[in-house]
């Protein structure tokens, strides 16, 4: 044999152990410490490699992700700049429930990589929600907390995300309109919307419920919201509301996180006004039945005329959208 493919073939197998080592390099954590602080005190980024963690060591985690003390985790090898840079580049997701001007999203961030979101408008099909009045026009609930919806998983998308809409029309997409068309066409994932409410109700805990556990075993975080507009008297002016359910301390965390976000961009957008919007225990029908962690939303009171604003404008609507995906981003970094 060739001398000098004979050296070449030993300094390979010298290189070789030392590389493997460093794919399985393996550590026990510290008292106290979670998969974020491990991470990070062996120089790893936790949002960018929380996901590869996770892959990495599920069979050894508790059922709240915990570590374990005294259990050797594999630490994720660091990428090489090559492939830092690759894994980096601005990539493009198509999603035609958008609309033709809308359906190309490009990822700009990896905020939310890792992360699976149901996000799911209130109602539909048969079922308007609640019906407010401007002049001669009718606005239903349904057609304002979808638009809100769309803008909300592309904003998700945006981040790195990956995102399930769970209530879908096939002709509307993001519509820029201030008094948006009523239809029946929604489906639930391209189902029909039972008129039946419990049923209604069910079929989408159903399809989230179907969906999370296949996607539990491959994301590091899944939450499911749920957007609604309420129905109060004429005179009474709401801010956001948000609820979660009874017991669950992840979502009280995440309504929490929601919350605090749209209080900090009402100081900076409306500083004179104050914001008024709770957070609280309610035993809703989806959020009882319901597996991933979940947050409803009311968006306001659709029989309130100042209120209405906040749904008419779709620049409103927009911002509603954005701040509350600045709401996922805070509970994500906590």
């Known amino acids: 044999m060739n001398r000098y493919l004979v050296r070449a073939l030993f300094l390979l197998l010298l290189c070789f152990p030392a590389m493997t080592v460093q794919a399985q390099q393996k550590d026990v954590p510290r008292r106290g ?9 062996h120089g790893r980024s936790p949002r960018k490699y929380y996901a590869a963690f996770i892959e990495l060591n599920r069979d050894k985690l508790g059922r709240s ?47 939310l990589a890792g992360c699976c979101f149901y996000v799911v408008s209130g109602h539909g099909g048969p079922d308007p929600g609640a019906i407010g009045r401007v002049g001669k026009h009718e606005l239903h609930e349904d057609e304002y907390a979808y638009d809100i919806a769309l803008r909300l998983a592309r904003y998700l998308l945006q981040e790195g995300a990956d995102v399930r809409i769970i209530i879908r029309d096939a002709k ?32 989408r805990c159903d399809k989230i ?18 957007i ?75 029989q309130n005329q100042f209120d209405l604003r906040r749904l008419i404008d779709s620049s409103n609507r927009e911002a509603l959208a954005k701040w509350l995906k600045d709401g996922f981003v805070k509970d994500v970094k906590q």
């Open 33 to 41: 410490e979670g998969i974020t602080t491990f991470l990070q005190r």
């Open 65 to 111: 992700r915990e570590l374990r003390l005294g259990v050797s985790y594999v630490i994720p090898p660091l990428e090489s700049a090559a492939e830092g840079k690759r894994k980096s580049r601005r990539s493009y997701v198509n999603e035609p429930l958008f609309g033709k001007r809308f359906d190309d999203v490009k990822v700009t961030s990896n905020r």
């Open 172 to 203: 509307d997409g993001i519509r820029n309109d201030a008094y948006l068309s009523n239809s029946k066409r929604e489906t639930c994932m391209g189902d029909p919307i039972p008129l039946n409410q419990v049923r209604r109700l069910q079929q």
């Open 209 to 226: 419920n179907a969906l999370y556990a296949r996607d539990r075993k491959k994301y590091s975080y899944c939450r499911a919201i749920f």
């Open 228 to 302: 609604h507009v309420d129905s109060q008297g004429k005179g009474k002016q709401m801010d956001v509301y948000f609820y979660h359910s009874a017991g669950s301390k992840l979502g009280k965390r995440l309504a929490t996180s929601m919350r605090s976000t749209f209080k900090t961009k009402y100081g900076i957008h409306q500083p004179n006004r104050g914001f008024t919007g709770t957070v609280s225990e309610r035993g809703l029908y989806v959020l009882r039945n319901t597996t991933p962690v979940s947050v409803f939303v009311e968006l306001g009171n659709i």
